[in-house]
T-cell receptor, first 113, second 108 residues
Framework: DTEVTQTPKHLVMGMTNKKSLKCEQH?????MYWYKQKAKKPPELMFV???????INESVPSRFSPECPNSSLLNLHLHALQPEDSALYLC????????????FGPGTRLTVL | GQQVMQIPQYQHVQEGEDFTTYCNSS?????IQWYKQRPGGHPVFLIQ?????EVKKQKRLTFQFGEAKKNSSLHITATQTTDVGTYFC????????FGTGTSLTVIP
């Protein structure tokens, strides 16, 4: 299985809502990543988990809260988001934490109203 | 801070023409990766280069890593309509950054 799955595909939420994005991989990868991508822009790294521990937090606002329940799962908890947080949220995984070949999921298209 | 710029931002080519995108970093990179993202899709890994001056080929695609490990290029020979998409370089300097991307349109 060389796939990274993400749910939901689309999410619309209000600024007072709490929601979660989910990501799963069964390739035995030990590093997992969250990226944010705005239209016509490159992906921006948000968080890196290595061996289920948060190793990188790229100065992301606290309204985004990552969680890695086990080596196959990665969640991104969302609370009190702003309309400018609307974007495509991509999850990726790699064999190790050295940013080597990353496998990306299809992403969650988030709209904040 | 570290920046990774790509030129051109957009490129329209006739099918069969060649295409090149250039990637330039403000800092030395320990590696450079290339990804392709189709419209509406997600980035797909193409290749990773690690050594100074390294050149790798994948069928019609040729990738180069500069001697100073601050720049890279991707060259596609005889483009096809399936090459359409945005090509991103991505590199690890003091942080991991994606380049600004080059959007390729191939006109049949």
């Amino acid at each position: 299985d060389t796939e990274v799955t993400q749910t939901p595909k689309h999410l619309v939420m209000g600024m007072t809502n709490k929601k979660s994005l989910k990501c799963e991989q069964h390739m035995g990868h030990r590093a997992m990543y969250w990226y944010k991508q705005k239209a016509k822009k490159p992906p921006e790294l948000m968080f890196v988990y290595s061996y289920e521990k948060l190793s990188i937090n790229e100065s992301v606002p606290s309204r985004f809260s990552p969680e890695c329940p086990n080596s196959s799962l990665l969640n991104l908890h969302l609370h009190a988001l702003q309309p400018e947080d609307s974007a495509l949220y991509l999850c990726a995984s790699s064999q190790d934490h050295q940013y080597n070949e990353q496998f990306f999921g299809p992403g969650t298209r988030l709209t904040v109203l | 801070g570290q920046q990774v710029m790509q030129i051109p931002q957009y490129q329209h080519v006739q099918e069969g023409e060649d295409f090149t995108t250039y990637c330039n970093s403000s800092t030395t990179l320990s590696n450079i990766q290339w990804y392709k993202q189709r419209p509406g899709g997600h980035p797909v890994f193409l290749i990773q280069l690690v050594k100074s001056g390294e050149v790798k080929k994948q069928k019609r695609l040729t990738f180069q890593f500069g001697e100073a490990k601050k720049n890279s290029s991707l060259h596609i020979t005889a483009t096809q309509t399936t090459d359409v998409g945005t090509y991103f370089c991505a590199g690890l300097g003091n942080q991991f950054y994606f380049g600004t991307g080059t959007s390729l349109t191939v006109i049949p």
